[in-house]
């Protein structure tokens, strides 16, 4: 079997992964500094539009976008997941391909692809665990806000 170059190194696995981890953190940042703000625009909004029977529907207009947002945090920490054990099946194949080719076996036949298989698999972990922690995070802050503004319609906020 011939020797799969794009499988070294920093390979495209392990790329795709580190991507997702940008746009995971990227995406936590957003919903985080978004928040606060979101809080304030719809006490504004109920303070001067204090109309009950439509509340409801008004705050989920406003936080939907920001679930939205949050689902896609969850997404990708599952996909992360595959990837990691992706690039895990890719590098054991790779092992096993290199003793192949060398004919006999060798640790340093077989180092390269197992090195391989721990790197994306941490990565895959690496990634995961970190954005369902982030995704548990902003979900509950988010569901907070939303009790707080049903709230509003009992005691006014000030």
Not at 38 to 44: A, V
Not at 62 to 81: D, N, R
Request: glycine residues 8%; aromatic residues 10%; without cysteine.
């Amino acid at each position: 079997m011939k020797d799969l170059g794009f499988l070294q190194g920093l390979d495209w696995v392990s790329s795709l992964i580190i991507f997702l981890s940008v746009w995971n953190l990227g995406t936590f940042i957003h919903v985080w500094s978004i928040l606060p703000k979101r809080k304030e625009s719809l006490k504004q909004n109920f303070l001067s539009e204090n109309n009950p029977s439509i509340w409801e529907e008004k705050l989920s207009e406003v936080l939907f976008p920001i679930e939205t947002k949050l689902s896609w945090m969850k997404h990708l920490a599952g996909i992360s997941t595959m990837l990691g054990l992706l690039g895990t099946v890719l590098g054991i194949s790779e092992a096993f391909s290199s003793l192949q080719a060398a004919g006999t076996v060798s640790l340093d036949a077989f180092a390269g692809g197992i090195k391989l298989a721990l790197v994306t698999t941490i990565l895959g972990l690496f990634v995961a665990i970190p954005s369902l922690f982030g995704f548990q995070f902003l979900k509950h802050r988010l569901l907070d806000l939303e009790r707080e503004a049903l709230s509003w319609l009992k005691i006014p906020p000030r």
